[in-house]
Nanobody
């Protein structure tokens, strides 16, 4: 019903900047909340940032580990969600996933999201 595709990942140096994109297609009207998650090898998938669409009340939520460094935003016309990553750290290395849910609130658990992209690899090198 909803297809999400991430892009923009790659290799970036410590302290660098990267912007991830998530394009959506299909029944995008049911993805009222979007989120970014990441998962490193041997670790659980963790919440990074979330955002609601403006017609449901603008709201953003960030994990403590990325506050002040990452910014989540959206383009309503292009149906795209972005994650601007600034001052990246080695611990930011992970596969980043775009996720969507039908409810109007940002949730922190992966199980709360019903739609997922395949992920895009972000590697921070020194």
């Amino acid at each position: 019903q909803v297809t999400l595709v991430e892009s923009g990942g790659g290799l970036v140096q410590v302290g660098g900047t990267l912007r991830l994109s998530c394009t959506s297609s299909g029944r995008t009207s049911i993805t009222n909340t979007m989120g970014w998650f990441r998962q490193a090898p041997g670790k659980d998938r963790e919440f990074v940032a979330g955002i609601t669409w403006p017609w449901h009340g603008e709201n953003t939520v960030y994990a403590d580990s990325v506050k002040g460094r990452f910014i989540i935003s959206r383009d309503n016309v292009e149906k795209t969600v972005y994650l601007q990553m600034v001052s990246v750290l080695p611990e930011d290395t992970a596969i980043y996933y775009c996720a969507g849910r039908t409810n109007y609130f940002v949730q922190l658990t992966p199980a709360s999201y019903g739609f997922w992209g395949r992920g895009t690899q972000v590697t921070v090198s020194s």
